[in-house]
Each structure stands twice: as C-alpha cells, then as structure tokens.
C-alpha cells in the first residue's frame, strides 16, 4: 500500500499547529509582541546526516540581542524523557502520543490546557526563587513553598490542581530548579546581587526566560492577585521590576 505524503511546508504551518494560542501567562505573547520588528538570522546549522548537532538563530535589535539555541542530541535507547500533551480533546491528544512516542520517550495526557500551560510559564520564576537557596536545606523549603504558591495560581486561572502535582508541575519545576539558566539567575541573586548587576557581570549574553515572564505579568500580578498568597512570586517580581536585593524568607 503506497501513501502519498503531504507537503510538510502546508502541513507545518505554524498557524495550522496551533503555536499562536496564548494565555495572561503566555512567553509566546510578549515575544510576538517585541521582536515582531527585529532582525532574524541563522547563525548557525550544524547538523549531521542523523540530524544531530547544533542550531542557533537570533533575533537583533539596535544593541540587544536574543539567541534561541537548539541542541538536537541522539538519546539513549534506554534513557527514558517524559512529556505532556494537553488538549480539550483527549482523544487528539493521544493520537499525536502514539506517532511520537517510543519506549523511551513517552508522553502523558491532560485535558488541562490552561494548567499546563500556566505551569510552563510560572515554573520559569519559581525555579529561580529555589535557585535563590544558598543551600539544599533552604532550597528544598523554597520548593515546597513555590509548590504552594503555584497551586494558589493555577486555581486563581482555572487551572486543575491534579496538573500542578504532575509532570507538567512538580516535575518541570525540578528539572528547571535543578539546572538551567533560571536557576542560576537565582543563585546570584541569593546572594545578594541585583538583577541588573547579576545579569551584567555574570550572564551578558544569556536569556533568563523568567525576566521575560516577570515583566510581562508584573502589571497584572501585583493590581489582581492576593500579595500575601503568593510572597515569593511578588518579592521576585520586585526584584526584577525594582532592581532591587531579592528578599525573601526561608
């Protein structure tokens, strides 16, 4: 039985894969919003015959620039990687599931679009407040901490609670706490750095995705939601927006 293939230039569209659904809490809105008249350019395209290797594209304005960096590395056979789908309709969820999934690359479901996707953009901010833990002990009170938190918010926007406790909350928070760019900007600001200074010295030519988030939510956070419900998440937000010493207590 042959199959002809579609074209993947039509099927690929991002307007056909649903990549322009937004939230309050999106990334993807302040990123239409500000780098709509920038300049775009691969810089780099290293791939091998396998498709593994290394991109980099960057998007330039005047003195500023943002890099996204995509590392496309040949996993393990037997090194499991966990992921979520969520969609309204679970049915469509799993259909993508089972063409993408493999023995060691599997997915879960959720009908909680909302919650998954509030998880996603919040984690960015609760992983650099544990960050911010000069050591495991404080860190591992921050953590649950943020987990409280994050429940408060994600119920604020109608999220479910079961998502918060999953792969999509707990789980996606520790692996951003536990390493990555979010988390370092923490680090530095534990220890009494302020953001600017931290930034500047130490990460000039890094992006902290929760920068990005804290100033796009500052607004709405700080005018709507119950300050003394969320302490951590409106100290960070502080911080970044003030300039000012992160602090909090432990």
Same mark, same amino acid.
């Given at each position: 039985m042959n199959i002809e293939l579609r074209d993947p230039n039509i099927i690929m569209k991002l307007s056909r894969l649903g990549s322009f659904h937004q939230s309050r809490l999106s990334f993807l809105r302040s990123f239409l919003s500000e780098f709509k008249d920038w300049q775009y350019k691969r810089d780099l395209f290293d791939l091998d015959q396998e498709g593994h290797g290394t991109a980099v594209y960057s998007f330039k304005k005047k003195d500023r620039a943002y890099s996204l960096i995509c590392y496309a590395n040949k996993i393990k056979d037997d090194e499991r990687s966990d992921r979520v789908i969520a =969609?309204? =309709?679970?049915?469509?969820?799993?259909?993508?599931?089972?063409?993408i999934s493999t023995k060691y690359y599997l997915t879960e479901y959720s009908k909680d679009v909302v919650g998954v996707e509030v998880c996603s953009a919040i984690k960015n901010i609760y992983s650099m407040i544990i960050g911010a833990g000069q050591s495991l002990n404080s860190s591992s =009170?921050?953590?649950?901490?943020?987990?409280?938190e994050m429940r408060y918010l994600n119920k604020y926007f109608k999220g479910k609670d079961e998502t918060i406790l999953g792969l999509a909350g707990v789980g996606d928070l520790y692996v951003s706490a536990?390493?990555?760019r979010n988390s370092k900007m923490g680090s530095?600001?534990?220890?009494?750095f302020?953001?600017?200074?931290?930034?500047?010295r130490f990460m000039p030519k890094e992006t902290v995705e929760g920068e990005e988030l804290a100033k796009e939510i500052a607004p709405f956070i700080l005018k709507k939601i119950d300050k003394k419900k969320i302490p951590l998440m409106i100290n960070l937000l502080k911080t970044i927006k003030e300039n000012k010493k992160l602090k909090i207590k432990v």
């Open positions: =969609n309204k =309709n679970i049915k469509i969820a799993k259909s993508i599931g089972r063409k =009170n921050l953590f649950q901490k943020a987990i409280l536990a390493g990555g530095f600001l534990g220890k009494g302020t953001f600017k200074t931290a930034k500047k």
